[in-house]
Structure formats: C-alpha cells, structure tokens
C-alpha cells in the first residue's frame, strides 16, 4: 500500500496517477478524499486531529507527505511540527517510508542564486523557519531512528490545474482577461519554475527507487536559467498576445494589496526570491535517473491549453 496525505492537492492528485507505475495498491487520505484512479482506497481523515495521520498510516509501504496548509506563517507554525510528528511516529510504528514533498524556503537566501541539494541552510523567513524545523525532525529520525525516509525539492512550480499559483492567479489569468501580467519586484531576474507534472512524475520515482532514500533530492526542473519577463512572454506567446505591458509590485504594495488578494499580506518576507536571482539546480536528479525536465515552452503550452480547455 502506497498512501498520498494530503490527496486532494494539486501535487497530490498528479502523483496518485503516477503511483500506478508501481503499484495497484494506492490509499488516498484527506478530509474529502476524491478517487483519482478506479482502485484507490478513500479514507477521509482531518489529519491535524489526534490519532488521524496513525490511522491514515497503518498497513502502508510507503508513505507521501504533500499535505498543503494555508499559505500563513501562523498557520505553518501551529500545525507544521506537529504533523512531522505524527508522520514519523507513525512511520516507524508501521515500519514505513516516508517521502516527503518540500520547497526551498529553508535555504539561505544569499546561496539561492545556485541551489543545490547542499546549499546552507538559513531561512530568512518565518515559513522558512518552519520548513528547516520539520526537515530537521526527519533528517533526526534517520540518523538516530532508523527510518527510511527521503526529502524532494521542488522550486516554484507551474503547470495545468494549479489555479492558486502565483504563475497562474497573477500572470495567465490577467493575460487572459487583457489585463497586465503581474511580477515581483524584478522581472528581468532569474527565477526557476518547476512542472507540476515532473514533479510528481519524480517523487513517485524517489519513492520506489531503494537507494535513493536518506538523501534531499532537487525534482526535475528546466536547467535554462529564465527570468520573468522570458517566462511571461512564452506564457503570452501561446494565447497569441505579443510585447505584454508588465504590472511590477513593489515590495511595499504587497500588503496594502492584501486587502483585496489576502494572500498577498504573506508575501513581503518571500521578496528575497524576486530581488536577485534564483536558480534552481536539479542535475543530481537528472544524472542519477537520466530523466531530464520539461522545458519550459512545452510546460508553458499545456499549462495554457489546460487553462483555456477550463475557462
């Protein structure tokens, strides 16, 4: 039994299809769990309740922690380090593995121009702060418990289906209302975009391949350094609008813009990712599995085909 917590996400979803590779025996848990694949278990759980993620666990071979809380640092905080916790305790009760889907948030950010599996840990975030928390309780408990366990990376990821990212929410749907795209602070620095679909691809590869657990593994990501202003003219290229005008936000716009877009009042303690460059380097995957990413123009044209099939 291979079991997705937090199944009902975008990555959750992608990586269920991908399970089917390996295994017939896939278990989705969530509060309102949706068959992705004809055989799947359903187990609706609040996995944030007592006893819910030892529940969710019991009788499976590997395990896949995707669980997306409410982008707020106070949110991260509060249940973050208790749902590590419970992975792990209940990992090692049933002698399971754990694959556990991560970002860069923990990184220090003078490093981010190059990031690679071993670039120094320093979050200049409160959300990062959480994010080297519970990566550090896993790393722990292999060291010093025995557990098979394994970290996947991905950078900011982009692709069909994935309408609550920044890509999508201030870039592809403005273009597609005639509306300005908008960027952060700086739209001619580089910014590495994962696919959604590599990367779900990757970590259900990551967790059925034996030798590649105790390690943090960067997921497959397009190794042409691109800015934003590159990525947006592809994103308008593809619904045919040529040179689009840019909207900039500076970092003091943020929260006042927090008023009409609550999300963005998270936003100014991430402005490290888009006032230099940030590069994401994948290649310790590449080379090891001989899979390369999707380039950017192929993910960019289904991402938009996706979203203009929906709308």
């Not at 409410?70 to 009760?93: G, S």
């Not at 950010?109 to 519970?134: C, F, W, Y």
Request: hydrophobic share 40%.
């Amino acid at each position: 039994m291979q079991t997705i917590l937090g199944a009902n996400g975008n990555i959750g979803k992608l990586l269920a299809k991908e399970l089917t590779r390996y295994t017939d025996k896939i278990r989705l848990v969530s509060r309102n769990p949706v068959r992705v694949n004809e055989s799947d278990e359903l187990l609706a759980l609040d996995l944030t309740q007592p006893g819910a993620v030892d529940r969710a666990v019991e009788g499976s071979d590997v395990v896949y922690l995707v669980v997306g809380f409410e982008y707020k640092a106070k949110v991260w905080e509060q249940l973050w380090p208790a749902m590590m916790r419970d992975t792990l305790d209940a990992c090692l009760k049933y002698n399971a593995k754990l694959v556990f889907f991560d970002n860069v948030y923990m990184y220090d950010k003078d490093h981010i121009s190059q990031l690679t599996e071993h670039s120094p840990v320093n979050p200049p975030s409160r959300k990062g702060a959480v994010r080297k928390m519970i990566a550090e309780m896993l790393l722990e408990a292999v060291r010093t418990k025995g557990l098979k366990a394994l970290i996947a990376r991905s950078a900011d990821f982009y692709g069909p289906d994935t309408g609550n990212n920044f890509v999508t929410q201030m870039v592809l749907k403005n273009l597609s209302a005639g509306k300005k795209p908008m960027w952060f602070v700086g739209p001619d620095i580089k910014h590495s975009f994962t696919y959604i679909p590599d990367a779900a691809r990757a970590t259900a590869l990551l967790g059925n391949t034996p030798d590649a657990y105790g390690q943090v593994w960067h997921l497959p990501t397009d190794s042409r350094p691109v800015n934003g202003r590159q990525f947006i003219s592809m994103i308008a290229a593809e619904l045919g609008i040529t040179e689009p005008a840019l909207s900039i936000l500076p970092k003091w716009m943020l929260f006042p813009l927090g008023f009409f877009i609550p999300v963005m009042k998270e936003m100014p303690e991430m402005m490290y990712q888009y006032d230099r460059n940030y590069f994401f380097d994948s290649s310790k995957f590449t080379g090891r599995f001989g899979i390369p990413a999707t380039p950017y123009e192929d993910g960019v044209k289904a991402t938009c085909l996706a979203y203009r099939e929906k709308a």
